[in-house]
């Protein structure tokens, strides 16, 4: 098997490789497996033909990928932490009382979605309840993809805010875009508050 220029450059490097990534990520054994990545990305593609350093030219790759993974993993941890405002947590057990409350929270959501925008429902519909990505949204309605985002960030921040005052962490105060009167209503027709 013939190695290209950058396969050669790989394997002469390999140790010096591991080392920048493992300080561009702050872990050996990450740093290994996009190392690992790179090496299996270089045996998949075929070199350009003006390439006049392979080293500088593989260690541009390796940061790319050290580049793309911290953003991902960035991502990721955000998504995490709003989520973090969603989900029940299974703490202890589930009584009749916890059951009657998840009830009642999930009849209140239900209102604060209800009362979004038609799109923007429909849009946090195709995403949350058929799985669809943000392209595919966008392409059915119509619109642009930052549209869908955008709307799928009003939908959660919503509903964020609404459970954040529905457990009594913060008052009411129309923070999810519903005016005082509304979320006061809303409020008052679940026995809450």
């Known amino acids: 098997m013939r190695h290209s220029v950058l396969l050669e450059a790989y394997l002469e490097h390999e140790l010096d490789l591991l080392r920048f990534l493992g300080k561009r990520l702050g872990s050996a054994g990450l740093a ?17 033909a003006t390439v006049r350093d392979g080293r500088a030219y593989l260690f541009t790759m390796a940061a790319n990928l050290a580049t793309d993974h911290l953003r991902v993993e960035k991502r990721r941890g955000e998504i ?13 057990e589930l009584t009749p009382e916890r059951h009657a409350m998840a ?20 849009v946090f519909y195709l995403n949350r309840y ?14 642009g993809v930052t549209t869908v985002y955008k709307d799928l960030k ?9 459970r954040r ?3 009594g962490h ?6 999810d875009g519903q005016s005082q009167e ?4 809303a409020t008052d027709e679940h026995g809450i508050g």
């Not at 995490?80 to 202890?92: F, I, K, L, N, P």
């Not at 939908?155 to 609404?162: P, S, T, Y």
């Open 32 to 48: 290994a497996d996009l190392a690992h990545d790179l090496y299996l990305k270089l045996c998949r593609i075929e070199p350009p």
């Open 80 to 92: 995490r932490v709003a989520a973090d405002g969603t989900v029940w947590r299974q703490t202890d």
């Open 103 to 122: 009830r009642a929270e999930l009849a209140y959501l239900e209102t604060v979605i209800a009362a979004l925008p038609a799109r923007c429902r429909e």
């Open 130 to 143: 058929e799985g669809r990505s943000q392209a595919e949204i966008a392409d059915s309605l119509g619109i």
């Open 154 to 162: 009003t939908a959660m921040a919503a509903l964020v805010a609404a």
């Open 165 to 167: 005052r529905f457990r």
């Open 170 to 175: 913060l008052p009411d105060s129309g923070q």
């Open 182 to 185: 509304n979320a006061g209503n």
